[in-house]
């Protein structure tokens, strides 16, 4: 399958803010299941990007803005290639393949797993490995009995699916996955959180992964979904809002322990005014089988061209030159007006940074 997302994020700040500081996660990945042809990034306003890729090898973008301004928007846009049909699994057995993966007390008590998944195994910020999820996690083991990890981490998508009730507004950003189990209700972000939990808890390595369903015409968020290491494939991805393993209509952004390693947008910014949060994800299919045919056998690289572009930069030049321009007569005395010291706010206000809203991965149950 072919796509083309577009992934609009835009702050608007109720007092102009002198300078922001941010990083994104936006590009798509190139590797096993998918290669990302294209990626432009869109600033506005204008702002240097430095590209870097962190610890679990996700893109990342950032970038400040140093100058007043009133808003912030940074748009991204995707051509990728996700290498199955839209109802064929990205990775694992297929069609009549059979089940080749470890009983999961094997895997368990693999010592070199243990070791070289440790990261994916233990608590992190949004999966603390407590109770709740503990006994949930060790049901679904009994009732298994001898399953492999495969058929283990297919049960606890499906039981998140059937047992829990998608509901935007119940949960946030920062919901974790022992509220969710409280709750009885979330969203994708939050069931992802959950399926990491459960696997945790019965020693199978399961990842945070952050993305989009590519055939979704229209969204106001991203998408999530969770990874299992099932030998002998590796990494698995499971989307418990969907119901079962992740196909060609899963586009892959970046991984990591929780949300907390793959936020879409993380930032400061210094002022006195409170920002607005609008989002909307925009999806077109390009292609099915003959593109994926064409990106197998062509390059899988890490994308041909990666653009960044700055809007409005004449618009905001102007418009610094305007301000700095105004002066203020008082008596006989003219005084020139610096943008950085006239707002109307305290300098102490203007001097703590504050957190850019965070946007909360929802997508949808279908």
Known sequence: M????????????ATPVHESFNEVRLQPVSGPTQTCL????????????????????????????????????????SDVITFAAAAEPLAGPRGAEPDTSPRLAT??????VADEFAEYLGGSMYVALDAAAGELSHRLVAVGGNDTAYIFARRVGAYIHDRFTYRVGVTTVRSTASELIAGGSGVCQDFAHLFIALCRHAHLPARYVSGYLGDVTESEASHAWAEAYVPPWGWIGFDPTVGGPCTGRHVQVATGRDYADVSVVRGTYRGGAEATLAVSVRGEVLGTGESVATARAGDTGRGKMIQYQTLGAMRQFQRMGAMRGMTQTMGDMTQTLDPLTALPHRRDEQEVPRQQPQQQQQGRRE
């Open 2 to 13: 072919r796509y083309r997302i577009v992934h609009r994020t835009a702050y608007q700040y």
């Open 107 to 112: 895997l368990a008590a693999d010592n070199g």
């Open 38 to 77: 294209d990626f432009d990034l869109a600033i506005d306003p204008p702002a240097t990007v430095i590209t870097y890729r962190d610890y679990y090898g996700n893109a990342v973008h950032d970038f400040g803005v140093p100058y007043l301004h009133d808003h912030l928007t940074v748009e991204a846009t």
